[in-house]
């Protein structure tokens, strides 16, 4: 056998086992799973990425004078649950704007922790007809 | 209905150039095939090349032109164009014009054709016998280009989309469009991003676009090898174009890691975001690549693995184009372009480069026919029975290549000496391509997803998830890249090893502890076995800087002709060095310590704090700074606003303004967009920028004095805390000019304690001068905090207390600081310019 097939081999090996512990039950590198308020629920402190979007009937709660690493606001997903939100940082640029919000973090209780929040915005790189009839709207003179 | 005011013209010529320059590239592509196949008769050979060329050269032409017509499109405003009225406004300054031509997908793809035109010119005039099939793969690939811009639609499918399609083409329900004079009614475009009027942004895409573009050069070659059967000889022209490659896509990575870094405000140059990942994996490859054709070109070996290499770099590139392109990346990745409806149509651009090599090789009409239907049968099978045959058949492609070249050319039977370079080399050749196959399954999630329609999603600790894997490669790729060029090919004397070798490891030896025991790198986050991996990934970085410039003249004696490799490696080396130290040791220096935000009970322990409030000309405490928000400034033409930072060390030898801007409710986005800044020191980066400022509505104070009655030592609440009043000072001797006779200052001396555990003083004061009372009112920016003192009757005092928002104007901030990053971009140049050494020579050795 060549020496560069046994690297070979020890290299196979190991690329098995790192993929192994990829499976989701590891712990912060293990792969997550996208849930819905309901199913989020269930999986009380399980790291998830809950998808829904802001509530807008629900006030946003931040004030950077008082704390700028404090927002609360509460989410609705698809299916017309909601759930209050926590996020222990600034408050993203464009959050009421969003139409979907992707926060990744854990149930706790009643309300979602959260560490970071993935906004998909009507932006300009899609073309959503309401974003540009607006936009049109904006721009006519 | 007919129009007034449209520009019809411009739009009409450039989707018409957009068809020729399909059909030409299409017809040069066929010409050339006929051209390599009429094999030894000359003149039919010379008159189908000639033929070829001309088709070409209308498809260049054709592809320079559509690009001016899409600019001065952009640069008139021509905002009837979709395209133009979605990625742009009339505030763009000159430059940016460039970026909104490449902003979206369309124009991206145009930049990259028009390079492929330029390369494509560079081969007809130097490629010599090789023109043929060279150039064959490279019109094919231009024919695809030119599908995905098409924009026509086919038994109801679209193909392409065309970006010079009218707005009421793409919209014709807007009800703007009843208007016959729509287009003097728009007065602005929508604008471009902003993310992407930046100036990297002008100067990132068209390095990486070369750099995507350069790397069909050598997969030519490749498949162009396997046409002609001179199966060895290809790599003598291609591995110039392969070094050009490396370096190119090389700094056209880097640029977007700088763009991100500067523009981007997620505090960093790479978060293994799934569109970065995408570039930086065919670069591995190629470079990896890059190793395997040198081995080939001294000993004869690993010919297989160089094509494999070669032709994977070029199908990841196609296969990045997918996952940026097709939307499939949803939710992981930032900054992907928008689902233009074309997966199908991208899958089969990505397709065809994948059968095309086993396509190639297979000798004969029949056994080409075979490989032919067996592609055409998994297309079938993917679009009707399972999606999991869109990544079988591919897979299946590259297995039936290997299978089939190995029956053409035996592998080695004899194995490589332990002690040789070749053996080392293919060894990191090997490493490196791994390590490009595990960044690309993680980032290859999402197409898992819609395969088998599960729900995974991105580790939590996303980059934790990469490095972990990676650390281990710098390793292996650090302590590789410093011995490689001490071992000679075919056998190593061990004597003369060690002779070599001893010095630079010595120095590397020194440096590694110095660095490690007094360079303070305790990055503790995920336990010492992580740390102590870096300490050893920084040892083998050092050693790899050292090793190879001391290679410079232990080993080739100064020639700077011979230098490209140790050049390259030394600058790689360094990347690696400055990625190590600048990760390792990045700090959060905003951590809040301002006294400004207050405790949020059961919250409290998760509140880690990365930002920090400031009030516009209030000091602020920051670690070893303080910080001032001193002053801001407006652009003169959209509203982009520029806030610039004081920042003073405490001990008194640092004294810097940054100057961080934000875009402020920009054309129609509320909320703001930031930018960061950066104080560049030679060994590291103080990097910040807004996360939050005040809204301009709550700027009216409808907030009024609340009247206190209180004696000394009482106290008085207010939301945030309370105060105490702690003494009354009466002073009487006062000059009798201002004052008049019986004049009186009063001074209340004020205590204030907020619930965030902070204290103020504050000393309103009330003077009657002349008999008239005159406050005097204190304020605590940071508590937001107004006092006055009304009345003074002993050890009695009226204050008012008024809490408002009005009086602040304030901003709310994040700062890093990001040590040695600079080795990081230096590192970048020294490994471009080591590429281009080397590649000099290798141009200069084929002549």
Redo the contacts between chains.
């Keep these: 056998m060549?020496?560069?097939h046994v690297?070979?081999l020890v290299?196979i090996i190991a690329?098995i086992a790192?993929l192994i512990s990829?499976l989701?039950y590891g712990?912060?590198?293990?792969?997550?799973?996208?849930?819905t308020v309901y199913t989020a629920k269930e999986k009380e402190g399980k790291?998830?990425?809950l998808?829904a979007k802001l509530d807008t009937r629900q006030p946003v709660e931040?004030d950077?004078?008082?704390?700028?690493?404090?927002l609360s606001f509460t989410a609705v997903d698809s299916l017309g649950a909601t759930v209050k939100i926590?996020y222990?940082?600034?408050?993203p640029?464009?959050?009421?704007?969003s139409e979907r919000l992707?926060m990744?973090g854990r149930m706790k209780g009643e309300q979602f922790?959260c560490?970071e929040i993935?906004m998909?915005c009507p932006?300009?790189?899609?073309?959503d007809?309401n974003r540009?009839?607006?936009?049109?709207i904006?721009?006519?003179? | 209905m007919e129009y007034i005011g449209e520009h019809l013209m411009p739009g009409k010529m450039g989707h018409l150039l957009i068809i020729i320059s399909f059909v030409t590239s299409l017809f040069a592509a066929g010409a050339y095939l006929l051209s390599f196949r009429s094999g030894e008769n000359l003149a039919k050979q010379l008159s189908w090349k000639k033929l070829a060329r001309i088709f070409f050269f209308i498809d260049v032409v054709a592809f320079l032109a559509i690009f001016i017509i899409l600019y001065s499109l952009i640069a008139n405003h021509r905002y009837e164009y979709f395209y133009v009225y979605k990625n742009s406004g009339n505030d763009l300054e000159p430059k940016y014009i460039f970026s909104s031509l490449w902003s979206a997908s369309e124009g991206s793809f145009i930049l990259w054709a028009v390079w492929h035109a330029i390369l494509g010119m560079i081969l007809i005039f130097t490629s010599k016998k090789w023109e043929a099939p060279v150039m064959m793969v490279l019109s094919l690939m231009q024919a695809c280009l030119s599908t995905m811009l098409l924009g026509v639609y086919v038994a109801g499918v679209k193909i392409g989309s065309n970006p010079f399609v009218l707005f009421r083409e793409q919209m014709p329900d807007l009800p703007i469009f009843t208007y016959a004079d729509y287009v003097s009614k728009i007065a602005d475009g929508n604008g471009l991003n902003q993310l992407l009027q930046n100036y990297w942004m002008v100067i990132h895409p068209p390095v990486l676009f070369l750099g995507f573009a350069s790397v069909i050069v050598p997969f030519a070659f490749a498949i162009a090898g396997l046409m002609t059967k001179k199966l060895g000889e290809w790599t003598k022209p291609a591995l110039p174009w392969t070094l050009f490659s490396a370096a190119i896509l090389g700094v056209g990575v880097m640029m977007g890691a700088a763009w991100a870094y500067e523009s981007l405000s997620f505090g960093g140059y790479w978060a293994w975001d799934p569109v970065e990942n995408a570039s930086l994996v065919p670069w591995m490859v190629l470079v990896a690549g890059i190793h395997t054709v040198v081995i080939y070109k001294n000993t004869g070996r690993s010919l297989n693995s160089s094509f494999l290499l070669i032709l994977l770099s070029f199908i990841l590139i196609i296969y990045s184009t997918f996952l940026t392109r097709s939307g499939i990346l949803g939710e992981t990745s930032v900054h992907s372009f928008a689902d233009l409806g074309m997966n199908a149509q991208l899958y089969l651009f990505l397709y065809v480069f994948f059968w095309l090599p086993l396509f190639v090789l297979v000798n004969g009409i029949k056994k080409k026919l075979i490989v032919f239907g067996i592609s055409i049968a998994f297309l079938i099978l993917a679009n009707f029975v399972h999606p999991l045959f869109t990544v079988i058949a591919p897979l299946l492609a590259i297995v039936g290549f290997m299978w089939q070249f190995q029956m053409v050319v035996p592998s080695h039977k004899k194995e490589e000496e332990g002690s040789s370079r070749e053996f080392w080399m293919f060894i990191g050749s090997i490493v490196l391509f791994f390590s490009s196959l595990f960044i690309i399954g993680q980032t290859s999630l999402p197409v898992y997803n819609k395969i088998f329609g599960t729900k995974y999603a991105p580790a939590e600790d996303v980059e934790f998830s990469y490095n972990r894997i990676q650390i281990f490669i710098a390793i292996i790729i650090g302590s590789l890249t410093a011995v490689g060029q001490y071992f000679k090919y075919q056998k190593t004397v061990k004597k003369y090893f060690l002779k070599k070798i001893w010095v630079p490891a010595l120095i590397s030896l020194v440096f590694s502890t110095l660095i490690i025991v007094w360079g303070d790198i305790n990055y503790n986050k995920y336990g010492i076995g992580f740390l102590a991996s870096i300490w050893i990934a920084v040892a083998c970085s050092i050693f790899a800087v050292v090793a190879n410039f001391s290679y410079i003249w232990i080993g080739i004696k100064g020639s700077l002709k011979l230098s490209g490799p140790s050049v390259a490696h030394f600058g790689f080396g360094l990347m690696l060095f400055g990625i190590l130290i600048s990760s390792s040791k990045k700090e959060i220096l905003s951590y809040n310590t301002s006294g400004i935000s207050i405790n949020f009970g059961p919250d409290s322990k998760e509140n880690t704090g990365e930002n920090l409030t400031l009030v516009k000309g209030v000091r602020m405490d920051m670690g070893k700074y303080w910080v001032t928000y001193h002053s801001d400034s407006i652009h003169p033409k959209k509203s982009q606003w520029y806030y610039h930072i004081k920042f003073e060390s405490k001990d008194g030898k640092e004294n810097f303004t940054i100057t961080p801007d934000a875009f402020v409710n920009y054309q129609g986005n509320e909320g703001l967009m930031a930018n960061p800044d950066a104080k560049h020191y030679w060994n590291r980066d103080v990097f910040g920028y807004i996360t939050a400022m005040a809204d301009p509505e709550r700027n009216s104070d409808t907030a009024s004095f609340e009247k206190n009655i209180v004696k000394i030592g009482d106290s008085i609440f207010y939301s945030r805390g309370y105060i105490i009043l702690e003494d009354i000072v009466t002073n009487d001797n006062l000059p009798a000019e201002i004052f008049g006779p019986n004049g009186k200052l009063f001074e209340a001396k004020l205590k204030i304690v907020a619930t965030s555990g902070s204290h103020y003083t504050s000393v309103p004061r009330l003077a009657i001068a002349k008999e008239i009372a005159l406050a005097v009112p204190d304020t605590i920016m940071s508590e937001s905090l107004v006092f006055q003192l009304n009345k003074v009757e002993g050890t009695t005092a009226e204050i008012g207390v008024k809490e408002s928002n009005s009086v602040l104007q304030y901003i709310t901030l994040k700062v890093y600081k990001f040590p040695f990053i600079n080795v990081l971009w230096l590192g970048t140049i020294f490994m471009a310019v080591g590429f281009c050494i080397s590649m000099i020579r290798r141009v200069r050795l084929n002549k």
């Design positions: 060549k020496k560069s690297f070979f290299l690329a790192v990829l989701p712990e912060s590198t293990a792969m997550s799973s996208y849930e790291f998830v990425h998808v931040y950077a004078l008082k704390n700028p690493n404090y926590v222990h940082n600034a408050k640029d464009n959050l009421e704007q992707v990744k922790e560490k993935l998909k932006s300009k790189y899609t073309d007809p540009m009839e607006q936009s049109i904006n721009n006519t003179n």
